[in-house]
């Protein structure tokens, strides 16, 4: 009864948001914005059925109901429970449950709170929702129903990919989706802004949280993705440029640009028809995203549908709401008057060029992630690997961080030139010391890591500038936000470069109680162990180390085998130190009881994801100070009526 | 800048991005999209040493040596057209084996081996590198064919 409940409830919430996009289309449409009221009862229902809908399907997975056809091959009744939850979105089918329920959700957010908006931006914005998400209801209701039975039930399930049964990744795609659908939010603001021409500044204040919000939780499932890559893989590295990754990355690249230009309306009432433009190319690159992971085109551990009918599906519904958007931005764009000018010395020069850079970082990767594809059509297969996207991504990376030390040093609309050079002397003073030291450094390192620990250095020191000679205690919350999301860049820079500089590898075949010396470590190899975990069995060696003469501290890299499916998978021992990570990987028994290791040493690795969660923080500062300025001004105005 | 022609100067600009954004991006493609190689393909075209590419082919049966350092490997990979040797330092996936496909990062030296630096097998049953899919391994003249 569960399964079909489930479904009656997308059924009836597929029929609500109908029903929204006609009453925002007649409401419209008929100039009558008091059937506002009407609209958002039926947003919030739609959002709650979907919540039902994704809740029921947790409870068929962690009932392990195997007459449910969803359960029976991605599940498996001996799985740890937490497995068993967040298999229900680790398959085609519940992924997009999910982000129909997230969806449904935003859309009653928006209902429910916002108070901002004009009443006809608001229902257009509502209407928009209701459209994207029917597109979804079709898919999951015709090409993909997460709740299908089979007969008979089989007596157990084929279990879950062992690469996924890791608890980082279980939260890892509900953070993207997440980030997906709220830019879908700030499509919607925009294509109601543009029906109703409230292209303003007024626009841009309400739908800057959704992007903020948006791309924090982007950030963060970035983060989080490239770690986990980085220590279950076993290779040691954090971006691999695989397509999914990029899938994850063009989103962010576009919400970025985006999140800073709407900055610039919101606060200088600039860049309108750019800003909308940026919303649009935003949700876009969500769907590309979702094209490229769920139509099962590309083949890697995240494709899970190799079903041409449900890519074909996605390609349409991808077409039709790009399409439409651009169509409805040309033809609506004469309605959007220019916005306030600016000197070319100015906050807003280098806002544009943030957006400029990011633009063609983004259209650099979309290419390179496409082209295969492309040519696979026309019968001849190629790769595009690391060598391209390095090659053209590092660079106009760095010339972004020289953007992101200047930008925040320069005042709004006008400013002199002679100014912007006297605050940024301090951080080019470090930059060239710096760049001195290093220099004569006894280390060869390559040109590009030499720049970006050069470049790290002082956009560190420039990120920080903005605080100089402030009083701190008044200081505005989402200024710090700038600031700390800003010196998270750097961070993780310094942390890039300092991997691909200085790590240190060894590769060694040895016996229990051999003893190995790597990089100031001496690592002791005291035995080799069969041990067995929940629904898995591994090799597990025991090994003791120890840093410049320290205490050792025993670490256990393994090598895990899975029955259900059958699959080997390789766990890398970490150990974490203020300066780096220690990351050995056990490899297979050679002859003579000698055991395969690769050892790394990757002095401040760490700094990567340090940068990416402090990215995150400044960004989650920044939605918390806005909103909370937002209440104290209404709260203050209603005193002063009430007095 | 005149408040009039902001507009038209942003948009003159972000198109100017895009070309630039186009151009960078055909002319990096020129270089590492042929990064994909078959031993048929290396024959005929030749790569240049120390250029990093990705091969890919068959591991041959009986091929794979080990060094006596444990770590390294000798191996050949073939796509019945022609066969390159190959040779590998580090930990080989655990589905890396003899009549397996594979495909191998890395660069030719100046002797005509390739030094591979990752070899990319395949991840489950289920997974096969995108370059080989609708090729099989014939395990009788140690040949690789596309299906049907």
Not at chain 1, 133 to 158: E, K, T
Not at chain 1, 612 to 636: D, F, S, Y
Not at chain 2, 7 to 19: D, F, K, Q
Not at chain 2, 112 to 122: D, I
């Amino acid at each position: 009864m569960i399964a079909e409940t489930g479904l009656a409830a997308l059924w009836l919430a597929a029929a609500l948001a109908l029903l929204q996009l006609f009453l925002a289309f007649f409401g419209l449409k008929g100039g009558k914005p008091e059937l506002l009221p009407a609209v958002r009862p039926v947003a919030i229902a739609q959002g709650l059925l979907t919540a039902v809908a994704f809740a029921l399907l947790i409870t068929l997975f962690l009932r392990s109901d195997m007459s449910v056809l969803l359960v029976a091959t991605n599940s498996h009744s001996m799985k740890p429970w937490l497995y068993k939850f967040a298999g229900t979105w680790g398959n085609h089918e519940g992924s997009m449950l999910l982000w129909v329920a997230v969806m449904g959700m935003a859309g009653a957010t928006v209902a429910l709170f916002e108070r901002a908006l004009r009443r006809d931006t608001h229902m257009a914005t509502l209407g928009a929702q209701a459209a994207i998400s029917l597109g979804f209801y079709a898919f999951l209701l015709f090409s993909s129903n997460p709740f299908a039975r089979i007969d008979p039930p089989p007596p157990d399930g084929q279990g879950l990919n062992p690469l996924l049964q890791d608890p980082g990744l279980a939260f890892h795609p509900p953070t993207l989706y997440l980030g997906y659908v709220g830019l879908s939010v700030a499509f919607s603001f925009a294509v109601g802004a543009l029906l109703t021409r409230a292209v303003d500044a007024a626009f841009a204040r309400a739908m800057r949280p959704w992007v903020l919000a948006a791309w924090i939780l982007l950030t963060l499932g970035i983060t989080a993705g490239s770690y986990w890559a980085y220590y279950e893989l076993g290779w040691g590295g954090w971006w691999f440029w695989d397509p999914v990754e990029n899938a994850s990355l063009m989103p962010w690249l576009a919400a970025t640009a985006l999140l800073h230009s709407v900055t610039v309306l919101a606060t200088r009432d600039g860049l309108r028809a750019w800003t909308v433009m940026l919303a649009v190319v935003a949700f876009s690159m969500s769907m590309v995203g979702t094209f490229l992971v769920r139509s099962g085109i590309l083949t890697s551990v995240h494709a899970f549908a190799v079903d041409p009918e449900r890519g074909s599906f996605i390609l349409v519904l991808l077409a039709i709401y790009i399409g439409g958007a651009l169509a409805l931005f040309g033809w609506r764009i004469r309605t959007v008057r220019e916005g306030a000018p600016f000197d070319l010395v100015s906050r807003e020069t280098w806002l544009v060029i943030n957006n400029l850079l990011l633009s063609v970082i983004l259209g650099v990767v979309l290419i390179g992630t496409l082209y295969p594809l492309m040519t696979e059509a026309f019968g001849h297969k190629v790769s595009v690997g690391a060598p391209y996207f390095d090659r053209i991504a590092g660079p106009l990376a760095l010339a972004l961080m020289v953007a992101l030390a200047a930008g925040p040093l320069t005042r709004w609309r006008r400013d002199s030139a002679r100014a912007v050079a006297r605050r940024l002397l301090v951080p080019a003073v470090a930059l060239v010391i710096a760049a001195l030291m290093l220099a004569f450094a006894p280390v060869r390192m390559g040109t590009l890591p030499w720049l970006g620990l050069v470049l790290a250095i002082a956009v560190g020191i420039a990120s920080l500038a903005p605080l100089w000679k402030r009083r701190l205690l008044r200081t505005p919350l989402f200024t710090y936000g700038m600031v700390i999301a800003h010196l998270g860049c750097a961070v993780s820079l310094a942390g890039m470069a300092c991997d691909s500089a200085f790590t240190v590898e060894k590769l060694v075949a040895a016996r229990p109680g051999d003893t190995i010396r790597t990089a100031g470590w001496t690592l002791r190899f005291v035995q080799i162990l069969p041990i067995a975990g929940d629904n898995w069995t591994a090799l597990q060696a025991d090994m003791q180390a120890s840093r410049n003469g320290g205490a050792p501290v025993t670490i256990h890299p393994q090598s895990r085998f899975f029955a259900a499916p059958p699959t080997t998978t390789t766990e890398a021992a970490l150990l974490t130190r203020w300066n780096g990570q220690l990351y050995v990987v056990l490899g297979e028994e050679v002859e003579g009881n000698r055991w395969q290791m690769r050892i790394w040493w990757k002095p401040f690795v760490t700094l990567i994801w340090l940068g990416g969660i402090l990215i995150a923080l400044g960004g989650a500062l920044a939605l918390v100070g806005r909103e909370r300025r937002g209440w104290l001004i209404k709260w203050r105005a209603r005193r002063a009526t009430e007095a | 800048m005149k408040a009039k022609h902001q507009r038209l100067v942003l948009a003159l600009v972000a198109l100017m991005a895009l070309i630039g954004a186009g151009l960078l991006a055909v002319s990096a493609l020129k270089d590492e999209a042929a990064y994909f190689y078959t031993p048929n393909d290396v024959r005929i075209k030749g790569v240049a040493p120390g250029k990093s590419i990705r091969l890919g082919g068959m591991v041959v049966k009986g091929s794979i040596k080990r060094a006596a350092d444990g770590v390294t490997i000798r191996f050949d990979v073939t796509d019945g057209k022609a066969t390159v040797p190959a040779t590998f330092s580090g930990i080989a996936p655990d589905l890396f084996k003899e009549g397996s496909g594979v495909v191998a990062e890395g660069a030719f030296d100046g002797s005509g081996a390739f030094v591979a630096t990752n070899l990319l097998a395949k991840h489950d049953e289920r997974y096969m590198p995108r370059e080989l899919e609708g090729m099989r391994y014939d395990e009788s003249t140690h040949e690789m064919k596309a299906e049907r």
